[in-house]
DNA sequence: CAAGCGTGGTA
DNA sequence: TTACCAAGCTT
């Protein structure tokens, strides 16, 4: 079956099955705006299985837009902590605050408007406006590429930013007017759940449609270039406590990797330099008693740390811009994973109980 | 446009 | 173990 010839079938096949297996999640129990963009928000580049968690505690500690509008910024990336892509949480509560203070604290209900929000790109802007709003615009992602591109068999690369154009205006020619919220949704579902990466076609609600299943090409499409290469740092890290027992720690610059969460202190290793030589050239703070505490590696998207932890102790005050915090002030922080794991490696070894 | 930006799951 | 992801956005 030709797809654009049979609009209305299309549509009717995709919207039937998603009303009918859609998977209950917890953000498709609203229509509230505010909830919808904290989901998308949360959604992007992310599992549903892992977003569930953090989004139910979200929306409980911020149960609306004034709410998250007023809250302290290290409170959110509290809420973010583990979840990634720590900007993302940043941005929304800066585009939560322009709603706020420049729409009368309602979410604007056009593309123009809404895409001027922080954080808010052109897939955001088209999921919000058709799930929250019912308006017909395009919310293409991941998974809208891949449907399409099998589908109509399109070989354009996905990995150029221009190639997306492309899947937007399909889908502006495509779209259900009645139930635009259905249809993005239902293509979004099917990627997720029958169109994989391996697809399952002879569960597919619109295989007849799809040119690439006709054909074989499945398995060929989405084509995406990739080009990627990982760098890798040595990192030694050392866990400092004072005689009161509290432990040196810094926020990390405002921009840049895991920007504004807090760490112990860091030095990129270089050459044979002892950890000692390290931190005192780094510093300037003379430390004692070092004490290996825990090695690892952790893996961003982009590179990777070689982390060496240290423990160790120093009776001076802290360097500028490092603080000395008491265990529960340090639980309370946000912290990016590689330093919770030397938190509850130091926990472990202090048998530290805190209040969190 | 290309690169930077997290984390955990899976083949 | 390596590679590739998973409902992208900013600079």
Redesign the pocket.
């Known amino acids: 079956m030709q797809l654009f010839e049979q609009k209305e079938n299309f549509r009717k096949a995709l919207i039937t099955w998603y009303l009918t297996e ?2 209950d ?1 917890p ?2 129990r609203t229509n509230n705006p505010y909830y919808i963009w904290v ?3 949360m ?9 569930i968690p953090y989004y139910e505690r979200f929306i409980e500690k911020f149960p609306t837009l004034a709410d998250l509008a007023e809250a302290k910024e290290e409170d959110v990336l509290k809420m973010w ?8 949480g940043r ?1 929304l509560q800066a ?1 939560v605050k322009e709603v706020v203070a420049e729409y009368d604290g309602q979410i604007p209900g056009n593309r123009k408007d809404i ?1 001027r ?11 919000v406006l058709s799930i929250a709003f019912g308006v017909p615009e395009h ?1 293409v ?4 590429m ?1 449907v399409l591109s099998r589908l109509l068999l399109i070989e354009e690369d996905i ?6 154009k492309i899947f937007e205006d399909v889908v502006m020619e495509l779209i259900d007017e009645e139930d635009p919220s259905s249809f993005n ?1 239902g293509l ?2 099917l ?2 759940t029958i169109c ?3 697809p399952r076609c002879l569960l597919c609600p619109v295989r007849d449609f799809c040119i690439a299943f006709h054909e074989g090409k499945q398995g060929e499409l ?1 084509v ?1 270039s ?3 290469r ?2 890798t740092i040595p990192q030694v890290s050392f866990a400092i406590r004072n005689p009161d027992g509290k432990w040196l720690m810094r926020q990390r610059p405002t ?5 504004n ?1 807090w760490e112990f202190p860091m030095v990129e290793s270089t050459g044979d330099a002892s950890a000692e030589e390290l931190f005192r050239a780094a510093y300037g703070l003379e430390i004692s008693n070092i004490k290996p505490l825990l090695d690892f590696t ?6 990777t740390w070689n982390m060496k932890s240290y423990l160790s102790t120093t009776v001076k005050e802290a360097p500028e811009g490092f603080k000395f915090l008491s265990n529960d002030e340090v639980e309370a922080l946000p ?6 794991k030397i938190w509850e490696e130091i926990k472990k070894t202090f048998e530290i109980n805190t209040k969190g």
């Open positions: 859609k998977r999640l953000w498709r989901s998308e928000v959604l992007q580049q992310t599992r549903v299985d892992t977003v902590e583990g979840l990634g892509y720590y900007s993302r941005n585009g895409s929000l922080k954080g808010v790109g052109p897939y955001t802007a088209g999921a919310a992602d991941g998974n809208v891949r990995a150029i930013p221009r190639t997306r949704q979004m579902e990627g997720a994989t990466p391996n989405p995406k990739k080009k990627v990982m760098k921009t840049g990797l895991l920007a969460m952790h893996i961003f998207s982009h590179l912290k990016a994973i590689p330093v919770v």
